[in-house]
């Protein structure tokens, strides 16, 4: 069978598509090329060694790390905050729609009144959204790692390990928009489904840098994609098991139990 849905999906959203990947594009041009403006800035290394700890794992940052150097300065002002969410916020949004939004719309029922089975559709949606999303991460990437030798960010840093980074970021962004998914094929209420998986996304961000201080916090920390993108720390140890194989199994088990509860959800 042809993922004919699956490509519909994704002819629907390239215009979005487009402007969402040039916009990344250019943001991955932007961080390299200002690489060399603060690569040899020592007062940045002491202003961001005076942060709290809370602020620096926040940050994706340790007190062994420069900011000045190639991994302090891709984690703090990238793949720790800027990538992940910008991946999150146009994530969340199409995994809103793959089912719930355009069931709203009722422009859905079209699609089912096919001979096609409500389970393959959710999964085909939902492949669309992996799919738009691996293509905007790909494209930053490469961005990034062509820009990467002649401003000096692979000084010590591997591309490689580069890549792991920009992939575990999207990986992050993917675990909760398949919880935004799974929300909404199961409930039909797109603003539910956004509003409950960014809640948890924004709550995640804050427990890293709270958990710092607060040992409390530290099993709530734990459960969250952000702490499995910083602390597995892809820049550094490449594709690991906390930054790829935990988001990548979570993702799965959403997205197939939210096309299995849409596939027996009440449509009426």
Not at 128 to 147: C, H, K
């Amino acid at each position: 069978m042809s993922p004919t849905v699956l490509i519909q999906a994704i002819q629907r959203r390239r215009t979005s598509l487009i402007w969402w990947t040039l916009g990344l594009a250019a943001l991955a041009a932007l961080i390299a090329v200002a690489y060399p403006t603060v690569r040899d800035d020592a007062s940045l290394d002491k202003t961001f060694s005076q942060l709290s700890p809370g602020i620096q794992a926040a940050l994706g940052l340790d007190p062994h790390t420069l900011i000045t150097s190639p991994v302090g300065y891709l984690n703090s002002q990238y793949i720790a905050n800027v990538l992940p969410v910008t991946l999150l916020v146009f994530s969340v949004g199409v995994a809103g729609w793959t089912v719930a939004g355009d069931e709203a719309q009722g422009t859905l029922e079209l699609l089912l009144a096919n001979p096609i089975g409500r389970f393959r559709v959710a999964l085909e949606r939902a492949g669309a959204m992996v799919v738009m999303l691996a293509g905007l991460t790909a494209v930053s990437t490469i961005v990034l790692l062509l820009l990467a030798p002649g401003t000096k960010l692979t000084e010590g840093l591997a591309a490689s390990h580069i890549a792991a980074a920009g992939i575990a970021s999207a990986l992050a962004a993917l675990t909760y928009a398949s919880l935004t998914f799974a929300i909404g094929a199961a409930t039909g209420k797109r603003g539910l489904a956004i509003g409950v998986s960014t809640s948890i996304a924004v709550a995640g961000f804050v427990v890293q840098g709270l958990a710092e201080q607060l040992k409390v916090l530290r099993v709530v920390r734990d459960l969250m994609p952000w702490n499995w993108l910083i602390d597995g720390d892809p820049l550094r140890t490449g594709f690991g098991y906390l930054s790829f194989v935990v988001p990548l199994t979570v993702t799965t088990v959403l997205i197939v139990a939210g096309a299995w509860l849409f596939r027996t959800r009440d449509l009426a």
